[in-house]
C-alpha cells in the first residue's frame, strides 16, 4: 500500500469523497460513500457516518500512519444549529433551501451591505437567523466546520473563510461584521473563522477510528467550489476553470478579488490567491431540453469547428440572465432553427462558447486577469468537437484538468498548507 501524507474530506451533494495525496501530490486512493436516501443529505449524524465509512476504505487502500494533514470541504452555505456540546440540533439547512420567512429576508436585504455575498433567496445568513429560533441552539456552523471538530475530536468548532463567506464574513476585516447584528442575528453563534488551508489543532486518533498519526494536523477547510478549482490543478494568477455542467460556471485565480454584485460575482480568498468567478444561465441544460445524451456522441461527430454555423445564439431555457450579462428578462436566442440537427446542435455548442469568452472579457473588464490557460469540467468536458469551437473563440492553451473531484482539491489544499507551516 502506498503512503499517504494528505487527505481530503468532501461532503458533496450526493454523499462524501475521500481522497489520499502522496508528498509529491499524486493521488494514491480515493473512496465514496454515497447518502442511501434524500434524507441523509440533511441529517449530520448520517453525514458522519459516511465520512467514518469512507475513510475506513479508504484506509484499506492505502497506509494512512504518515498523514500529515486533513481539511474537510462541504455544500457551500449548508449549515446546522449545535447546542453547546457541539450536538447536531436537528436536520441541517442546505445550501440550496429557500429562506420561507420573508420578514428574515427582508432584514437581510435591508442591512446586508450591497456587495455582501450573504444576500439572495438562498442567504445561509437568513437561513441562520431561522436556525437561531432552536431551542438550546450554542452555535450556528457549516457543514464542513461541524466535520472537521468531529475528526478533532475536543468539542471545539471553527470554520473558513471560504465557508464563512455567504454567511456574511467580511474579508477585509476578517471579522464577522456589525452590521450582522442588525438583521437580527446574534453573531457571537458563529464560529472562529481561519484563512482556508490554514493549519488549526492535531486530531484525536479516536474520532475517525483509522490510525491517523498523533501529530496529524486539521487544516482550515474549504467550500465544494472552491475544492473544484483546485482539484483541476489551476492555482496561479490567469488559471481559468470552466465547468459546462447543466449551467455554465467559470472562475479564474487571480492576485486581486474581483467583486461586482450586480453579476453575482464574489472572490474567495485561498491561500495568496483570489479564486474570482460567475454563475451563467446558458450550459448543458439547454442541450439536454433537446437532445437526449445517447445522441450526443453521435451529433458531435458530424460537428466542424472549424466552420461556424454563423448563427448568433444565446441558449438559455427561460427568460433571465445574470452573468456575462445582468438582464432579468433577456429572451433566449435559439432561433433560426436549422432542419439539420447536427447543425442545430453546433449552434447551440457556439452560442454557449460565446458566453464563456463574454465571461471571460467581463472579468477582465472588472479588473481580473486574463485568462493564460482554461481548464474544463463537468459533462460537456469530455467533448472534444467543443473544445475546439471554445478554444478558437478563447485563443489561448486548453489544459487537461488534475482531477474532477472536490476531494483532491481539498487534499491539495492540504498540500499547500503544508508547504507552508
Ligand atoms: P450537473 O451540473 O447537473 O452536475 P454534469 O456536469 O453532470 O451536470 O453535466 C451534465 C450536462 O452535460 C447535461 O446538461 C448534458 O446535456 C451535458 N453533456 C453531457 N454529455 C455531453 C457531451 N458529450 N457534449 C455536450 N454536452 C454534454
Known amino acids: 500500500r502506498n503512503r499517504a501524507i494528505a487527505v481530503g474530506i468532501d461532503l458533496g451533494t450526493s454523499g462524501v469523497r475521500v481522497a489520499a495525496l502522496c508528498e509529491q501530490g499524486n493521488i494514491v486512493g480515493m473512496a465514496l460513500s454515497s447518502y442511501g436516501s434524500a434524507e441523509e443529505r440533511r441529517r449530520p449524524e448520517a453525514w458522519w457516518r459516511h465520512v467514518r465509512h469512507s475513510l475506513k476504505q479508504l484506509a484499506a487502500e492505502v497506509r494512512l500512519d504518515g498523514i500529515r494533514g486533513i481539511a474537510v470541504d ?68 457549516h457543514q464542513a466546520d461541524w466535520i472537521a471538530a468531529r475528526i478533532v475530536g475536543d468539542g471545539l ?28 442575528f446574534d453573531r457571537s453563534l458563529l464560529p472562529i473563522v481561519y484563512g482556508a488551508g490554514t493549519p488549526i489543532r492535531t486530531v484525536s486518533p479516536n474520532a475517525t477510528m483509522v490510525d491517523f498519526p498523533k501529530d496529524a494536523m486539521i487544516f482550515a477547510g474549504t467550500t465544494d467550489g472552491c475544492a473544484s478549482f483546485l482539484a483541476t490543478g489551476a492555482k496561479q494568477h490567469g488559471e481559468a476553470v470552466t465547468s459546462l455542467g447543466s449551467t455554465l460556471v467559470i472562475k479564474i485565480a487571480s492576485h486581486r478579488p474581483i467583486d461586482a454584485p450586480q453579476y453575482g460575482i464574489y472572490s474567495h480568498r485561498v491561500r495568496d490567491m483570489w479564486l474570482a468567478g460567475g454563475a ?96 474544463t469540467v463537468g459533462g460537456g468536458a469530455k467533448n472534444k468537437a467543443w473544445s475546439r469551437i471554445r478554444q478558437n473563440k478563447m485563443q489561448v492553451p486548453f489544459v487537461e484538468s488534475l482531477s474532477a473531484e472536490a476531494a483532491v482539491g481539498t487534499a491539495r489544499l492540504v498540500l499547500m498548507g503544508l508547504q507552508n507551516s
Open 280 to 375: 451563467s444561465n446558458t450550459g448543458g441544460a439547454v442541450i439536454r431540453s433537446f437532445f437526449a445524451d445517447d445522441r450526443l456522441r453521435e451529433l458531435s461527430a458530424g460537428v466542424s469547428p472549424d466552420q461556424p454555423t454563423g448563427l448568433d445564439y444565446y441558449p438559455l431555457l427561460e427568460p433571465g440572465e445574470r452573468f456575462p450579462v445582468n438582464d432579468p428578462v433577456m429572451a433566449p436566442r435559439l432561433t433560426p432553427r436549422p432542419s439539420d440537427d447536427v447543425k442545430f446542435f453546433q449552434a447551440i455548442l457556439e452560442g454557449i462558447a460565446a458566453v464563456e469568452k463574454q465571461g471571460y472579457d467581463r472579468l477582465h473588464e472588472l479588473g481580473g486577469p486574463s485568462a493564460t490557460s482554461v481548464r
Open 157 to 184: 468548532i471553527v470554520s473558513d473563510e471560504n465557508n464563512a463567506l455567504k454567511t456574511g464574513f467580511d474579508l477585509d476585516t476578517r471579522s464577522w461584521p456589525e452590521w450582522m447584528e442588525r438583521t437580527g
Open 74 to 141: 462541504g455544500t457551500s452555505g449548508s449549515l446546522l444549529a449545535v447546542d453547546a456540546a457541539g450536538k447536531a440540533l436537528g436536520e441541517a439547512s442546505l445550501y440550496n433551501d429557500v429562506c420561507q420567512d420573508t420578514a428574515v429576508l427582508a432584514a437581510v436585504d435591508t442591512h446586508a451591505p450591497i456587495d455582501s455575498a450573504a444576500r439572495g433567496h438562498t442567504s445561509p445568513l437568513a437561513r441562520a437567523l431561522c436556525l437561531q429560533k432552536r431551542g438550546g441552539i450554542a452555535q450556528v456552523v
